[in-house]
């Protein structure tokens, strides 16, 4: 599958792996009823189970809102599979009120 095939959105499902440099942690992605939701970890910041909502998957773009202790988030990035692994490359996250950066994702299982 190169970047530019369509994702099914059933291949976000699972335990994934980020990184946000310096932050990095874990998030997990679920179907909940006709829509995937689920739960994000920060390892670095100290914050567990924050919420991630609004999932979409277009083709090969994600985007999601990662609801946390510190405000809201919307994440997006490119879908791509590498070696096997679906990766999210090219991840841009930006707050509601100011601050963005890029992150990357490997999905775990």
Known sequence: MNANSCIP???IEGRWSWIQD??????VLKKDGDSH???LNDVFEGTYG????DVTVSNNH??????????????????K???GVLKIIDGRWSKE?????????DKKD
């Open 9 to 11: 959105i059933s291949d």
């Open 22 to 27: 310096p932050w990095y942690g874990e998030f």
């Open 37 to 39: 939701a689920g739960t």
């Open 50 to 53: 924050d919420k991630i909502v």
């Open 62 to 79: 994600i985007k999601f809102t990662r609801d946390g202790r510190f405000g809201i988030q919307h994440w997006e990035g490119t879908l």
């Open 81 to 83: 599979e590498e070696d």
């Open 97 to 105: 009120h100011g601050s963005s950066g890029s992150f990357s994702a």
